[in-house]
């Protein structure tokens, strides 16, 4: 079996191929950063626009690098939704086109579903597993049951992880994405200085905050000296930040692990993925977590965290694989929670 999968639901443009052994064949992604950069963030337009221009080109050279014609592909999937609606519609509609010129099946995958399943792509994960959803736009602490079965323990009732590690470089005055030019100043940084917040710390359940650490960390930039932060402040801050970005998610995860195991019998899983999981810091922090806790731990190789087409190639391999193939009628859905019957986060709508 093998698949193509496309992505452009934020600011990569992807394609990939990859087989029901597991194989990726190709997985090729365009970064827009540099469409964006004058911006200072994504503009939609500038995305969806990037993505039209540069998907064919994506898609003809993951072929090329896989080595087979369209001809070879037993199903087209596309990543259709959640995301920003301009570039999913991209996406979609080419997936559905060449579905349709070689009478192929269609699969639209969720995006948060490529995240989810990517641990039995890279690690031949079994079900069920407790998973950490950390990325730019979501963080989510969901039990992974099987294909389409998601269970949602916790979600956050204000910002994302990612876009709390976004907002911090803003601040500093880093650049965007923030989440690798952090973890790269943390490394030179003394954690201990600034004393942050543990947002939900020590609370019941399993859902997370953030906006409270992002507003610490503007207060402790606005006590500095005048002239702002310089690169020893700058290290030091991104240390004690994502330290206490950690610390925060793995209090969360220590309660989910409890519900895991109440749940399933089974030998427990942890898995993280989406892109914040691509961060070392945070991934040694949940080894950790998870010897004490006596789980199993996986962490995809990072490549497989941020963005990719192979996650979505993946997703649409499993779904192939139980007929959960898709119309040509699909509509793109902007909005598209993994579970349904997700409880409203608590305190929902109120900042921390
Ligand atoms: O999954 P992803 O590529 O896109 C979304 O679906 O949102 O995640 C992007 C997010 C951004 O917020 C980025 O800053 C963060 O992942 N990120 C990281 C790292 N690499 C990417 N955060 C922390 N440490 C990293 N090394
Ligand atoms: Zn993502």
Redesign the pocket.
Known sequence: MRVLGIETS?D?TAAAVVTGERRVLADVVRSQLEDHAPYGGIVPEIAARAHIEALDGIIAEAMDRAGIGFDALDAVAATGGPGLIGGVIVGVMTGKAIAAARGIPFVAVN?LEG?ALTPRLTDDAGFPYLLLLV????CQLLIIEGVARYRRLGTTIDDAV??A??KTAKMLGLGY????V??DRAAHGDGARFTLPRPMKGRPGCDFSFSGLKTAVRHAIEALPAGGPGPEDIADLCAAFQHAASDALCDRTRNAMEIFRDRHAEPPTLVVA???A??LY?RQALQVLATDQGFDFIAPPQQL???NGAMIAWAGVERLRLGLTDGLDFAPRPRWPLDPDAPKAAFAGVKA
Request: aromatic content about 4%.
């Open positions: 934020c990569e995006h995240h990325s730019g736009g979501h990612g876009e590690f976004d994405p923030g989440g690798p952090v973890e989406g892109g914040v691509a961060n945070l965290c941020t963005d």
